[in-house]
């Protein structure tokens, strides 16, 4: 079964709101926790990870939260663009396991 | 400039027939992946391979194989190519030994079509 599940398939947010999305996993094994921004016939490229020895990591305006024992963790922007408009991937575990994606529209 | 390149960019095929999809890096990195994505299903991983002749099957090994001759390619094989074969076939590659998880750098996709 999948080992990693985005729920919300797609988001939409003002510009300058906060985007949230989330992702649950089952194997609570995993240590590695990461999210991939993809454009429409681009490849995944790495936004930002965490390592579960951290229940948060922020970088500009990303925030990562892991909630180990609710095996949840989530992606939060700030000050949402029109630029973030895209497909975010959650991925975890050593083999990095990808959920199937939610896409993230912010309107102007 | 770090890079993952695959080719080709796009390709056609009638089923049955054999295809082959290549990537290369030039990061000498360790770690190398092959994934497919099917609307709705995300990235599922087919193989893996942590060094030149160290293969291993990913989520969704069935009906493919990989070769990995030199450290810097990994191709993708299909040997007799199904209609539910069709999809976004991305190459990634690792620095390190693929055993912890760390950044991975993705090629740009080639989208195969099985007639």
């Known amino acids: 079964g999948q080992q990693v599940k985005q729920s919300s398939p797609s988001l939409t947010v003002q510009e300058g709101g906060i985007s949230i999305l989330n992702c649950d996993y089952e194997?609570?094994?995993?240590?590695?926790f990461a999210w991939y921004k993809k454009y429409p016939d681009n490849s995944p490229t790495l936004l930002i990870s965490?390592?579960?020895?951290?229940d948060k990591r922020e970088d500009g305006r990303l925030t990562v939260f892991l909630n180990k024992s609710g095996k949840h963790f989530s992606l939060h922007i700030t000050a949402s663009q029109p630029e973030d408009t895209a497909v975010y991937l959650c991925?975890?575990?050593?083999?990095?396991?990808f959920g199937k994606g939610a896409k993230l529209t912010v309107s102007p | 400039d770090m890079k993952v390149t695959q080719m080709p960019r796009y390709l056609i095929k009638r089923m049955g027939e054999n295809v082959l999809l290549e990537c290369g890096q030039d990061m000498s990195h360790e770690t190398m992946y092959w994934y497919r994505q099917d609307p709705g299903l995300g990235l599922q991983l087919i193989y893996i391979s942590y060094d030149v002749d160290s293969n291993s099957e990913g989520d969704i090994p069935k009906g493919y194989r990989v070769s990995r001759k030199k450290r810097e390619h990994f191709s993708l094989i299909l040997d007799s190519a199904k209609t539910n074969q069709t999809s976004v076939y991305f190459c990634a590659s690792s620095l390190g030994q693929g055993k912890s998880a760390e950044t991975l750098y993705f090629g740009s996709g080639t989208r195969l079509t099985v007639l």
């Open positions: 965490v390592r579960s020895n951290v």
């Open positions: 991925a975890a575990g050593s083999k990095l396991s």
């Open positions: 194997n609570d094994m995993f240590d590695y």
